[in-house]
């Protein structure tokens, strides 16, 4: 039970303080109780808690102002609402409007919210509670996962298998009338998978080709996580959508789907979302782009991930069953295996309880449920960067010890082009 927290550490119930990294889902994105943050969410306590979407406010007008200012210069039309999972239905209801189609693609191994619809959309079975949006009319398409490559290929020529098979895909697994290509830059809860750039540029030109329309779900990825402003600009694709939640407000509920003027023109009628542009949250969301701007935390993320990749690719040659290091910038993965690659999701969370143990939070994650996910916020310091090294070190330490087995699993770590 976490009770407290400041900068990149929490406190629980007993007082015992851990460093966090996975900054509650990737959402914490520039630290705990931010002074900035907290300044502007108190101010705006003093002037007006809620409005709905009913009434303009001007931390919204703000907001939407800045927004457009980060993204593509053709979107510029903004929606809030207050998750990520409703800002991915609001891409979706405005695609469908906008072509005047049903169908959408999506990916295996994805992950897009909790609602019926959005459960439809995510590609693992563990998170289809109830059949979860199973009537909803998706398709969902291999994605780039090279280290265990769909197509049995070697990880360099994995992305290019899985990018040609996707108009094949198109051709026989759907109707070939598309409305929307949803996809995340980095999968979040499919483990972080990333898939090469030359993936999402090629498997976007297709779907456009067959008049889809391209939604880019920035929930985890965005606003300088990865080590660009956007998980997509690794990828050189200009989005028709953008969706963002999490880590945009630090931790206040927030989501946002941009779009341009011609597409946004067609969401047309009685539509609100009572909680969406909360004044509160929208403050948040300004504070948080400030300093993210001020400090140059894009730069630092890029900077402090490779920091953070060295540092696991070195634990991953002494200790062979970190099988797969993935990721950008400040969304790193770790795949835990035993021999010939089996999915070890024992040992995932065995490592995740010992460090813990170390006084240092992870994540956890992956349809095989073997794979750590490691995401700081993005002021994480070079000694915390030590100190969450070594944390690592010391659990696996702790892991060889309890398993002498494991000294024989064989390296299966790959170099994959990005």
Same mark, same amino acid.
């Given at each position: 039970?976490?009770?407290?927290?400041?900068?990149?550490?929490?406190?629980?119930?007993?007082?015992?303080?851990?460093?966090?990294?996975?900054?509650?889902?990737?959402?914490?994105?520039? $630290?705990?109780?931010?002074?900035?943050?907290?300044?502007?969410?108190?101010?705006? *306590?003093? #002037?007006?808690?809620?409005?709905? &979407?009913?009434?303009?406010?001007?931390?919204?007008?703000?907001?939407?102002?800045?927004?457009?200012?980060?993204?593509?210069?053709?979107?510029?039309?903004?929606?809030?609402?207050?998750?990520?999972?409703?800002?991915?239905?609001?891409?979706?209801?405005?695609?469908?409007?906008?072509?005047?189609?049903?169908?959408?693609?999506?990916?295996?191994?994805?992950?897009?919210?909790?609602?019926?619809?959005?459960?439809?959309?995510?590609?693992?079975?563990?998170?289809?509670?109830?059949?979860?949006?199973?009537?909803?009319?998706?398709?969902?398409?291999?994605?780039?996962?090279?280290?265990?490559?769909?197509?049995?290929?070697?990880?360099?020529?994995?992305?290019?298998?899985?990018?040609?098979?996707?108009?094949?895909?198109?051709?026989?697994?759907?109707?070939?009338?598309?409305?929307?290509?949803?996809?995340?830059?980095?999968?979040?809860?499919?483990?972080?998978?990333?898939?090469?750039?030359?993936?999402?540029?090629?498997?976007?030109?297709?779907?456009?080709?067959?008049?889809?329309?391209?939604?880019?779900?920035?929930?985890?990825?965005?606003? =300088?996580?990865?080590?660009?402003?956007?998980?997509?600009?690794?990828?050189?694709?200009?989005?028709?959508?953008?969706?963002?939640?999490?880590?945009?407000?630090?931790?206040?509920?927030?989501?946002?789907?941009?779009?341009?003027?011609?597409? $946004?023109?067609?969401?047309? $009628?009685?539509?609100?979302?009572?909680? =969406?542009?909360?004044?509160?949250?929208?403050?948040?969301?300004?504070?948080?782009?400030?300093?993210?701007?001020?400090?140059?935390?894009?730069?630092?993320? #890029?900077?402090?991930?490779?920091?953070?990749?060295?540092?696991?690719?070195?634990?991953?040659?002494?200790?062979?069953?970190?099988?797969?290091?993935?990721?950008?910038?400040?969304?790193?993965?770790?795949?835990?295996?035993?021999?010939?690659?089996?999915?070890?999701?024992?040992?995932? *969370?065995?490592?995740?309880?010992?460090?813990?143990?170390?006084?240092?939070?992870?994540?956890?994650?992956?349809?095989?449920?073997? &794979?750590?996910?490691?995401?700081?916020?993005?002021?994480?310091?070079?000694?915390?960067?030590?100190?969450?090294?070594?944390?690592?070190?010391?659990?696996?330490?702790?892991?060889?010890?309890?398993?002498?087995?494991?000294?024989?699993?064989?390296?299966?770590?790959?170099?994959?082009?990005?």
């Amino acid at each position: 039970m976490i009770e407290r927290g400041e900068g990149r550490y929490v406190q629980d119930a007993q007082g015992r303080r851990y460093l966090d990294f996975f900054g509650g889902i990737l959402t914490v994105s520039i $630290g705990h109780a931010h002074p900035a943050v907290t300044r502007a969410v108190t101010d705006q *306590l003093g #002037k007006m808690v809620h409005t709905s &979407t009913l009434y303009i406010s001007p931390p919204m007008v703000q907001m939407a102002e800045r927004l457009s200012q980060w993204t593509p210069p053709d979107l510029n039309v903004s929606f809030f609402t207050t998750s990520g999972t409703e800002a991915n239905e609001t891409a979706i209801a405005m695609a469908q409007l906008a072509t005047g189609r049903q169908e959408i693609i999506a990916l295996r191994h994805s992950y897009s919210g909790r609602s019926h619809l959005a459960m439809g959309l995510t590609g693992q079975a563990p998170w289809k509670l109830g059949a979860g949006g199973l009537g909803v009319p998706v398709r969902h398409a291999h994605n780039a996962y090279c280290y265990r490559c769909p197509f049995g290929k070697r990880p360099d020529t994995c992305a290019l298998e899985c990018a040609k098979d996707f108009e094949e895909f198109i051709k026989t697994s759907t109707s070939g009338d598309p409305a929307a290509y949803i996809a995340e830059p980095i999968q979040g809860v499919g483990g972080f998978i990333t898939p090469p750039a030359a993936f999402l540029y090629e498997t976007v030109q297709t779907a456009r080709r067959y008049g889809a329309l391209f939604i880019d779900d920035e929930v985890q990825t965005g606003f =300088g996580r990865t080590g660009k402003a956007f998980g997509i600009d690794h990828s050189g694709v200009v989005p028709d959508f953008m969706t963002f939640a999490k880590g945009l407000a630090n931790g206040l509920p927030i989501g946002a789907t941009i779009t341009r003027r011609d597409i $946004g023109k067609h969401y047309r $009628g009685p539509t609100i979302s009572t909680f =969406g542009g909360n004044p509160l949250s929208m403050r948040a969301a300004l504070a948080t782009l400030e300093v993210m701007e001020q400090e140059n935390l894009v730069e630092h993320s #890029k900077t402090m991930g490779q920091r953070l990749r060295d540092g696991l690719e070195d634990l991953s040659d002494r200790f062979p069953v970190m099988g797969d290091v993935r990721g950008r910038g400040l969304m790193q993965a770790v795949e835990f295996v035993r021999h010939d690659k089996e999915p070890a999701p024992d040992l995932a *969370l065995e490592f995740l309880e010992a460090c813990r143990r170390q006084s240092l939070l992870v994540g956890k994650g992956g349809l095989l449920n073997n &794979t750590i996910r490691i995401a700081p916020p993005m002021t994480v310091t070079e000694s915390e960067m030590v100190e969450a090294l070594a944390a690592m070190r010391a659990a696996l330490d702790e892991m060889m010890a309890a398993h002498p087995e494991l000294q024989d699993v064989l390296p299966t770590r790959l170099t994959i082009p990005q």
